[in-house]
Nanobody, 115 residues
Framework: QVQLVESGGGLVQAGESLRLSCAASRRIDSINNMGWYRQAPGKQRELVASFTRGGGTNYGDSVKGRFTISRDNAQNTVYLQMNSLKPENTAVYYC?????????WGQGTQVTVSS
């Protein structure tokens, strides 16, 4: 199994930045796919950013150029740097991992961007 614990959410104003962290209970270099999703009220969960199997990165169209996913293998932590935040980025952000053919999710962290 993999436990994922997110942190770093909060309330910010439009244009400000936040960095989310996702601490994994396993070595993240053993996890094929890790990333971030978000779910806004009344909307489906959507991809924000992820590492691909080949080691590349994948971003949702609406966050390209503003958000950056990164990882620290020594700390078993994945980060999401969010810059130039907009009110429409308000959502619960979830860390996601695929390990041993199973999907794992964190509990989510709330990000609220005021205008």
């Amino acid at each position: 199994q993999v436990q994922l614990v997110e942190s770093g959410g909060g309330l910010v104003q439009a244009g400000e930045s936040l960095r989310l962290s996702c601490a994994a209970s396993r070595r993240i270099d053993s996890i094929n796919n890790m990333g971030w999703y978000r779910q806004a009220p009344g909307k489906q969960r959507e991809l924000v950013a992820s590492f691909t199997r080949g080691g590349g990165t994948n971003y949702g169209d609406s966050v390209k150029g503003r958000f950056t996913i990164s990882r620290d293998n020594a700390q078993n932590t994945v980060y999401l740097q969010m810059n130039s935040l907009k009110p429409e980025n308000t959502a619960v952000y979830y860390c996601h991992a695929v390990w041993s053919w199973y999907d794992y999710w964190g509990q989510g962290t709330q990000v609220t961007v005021s205008s």
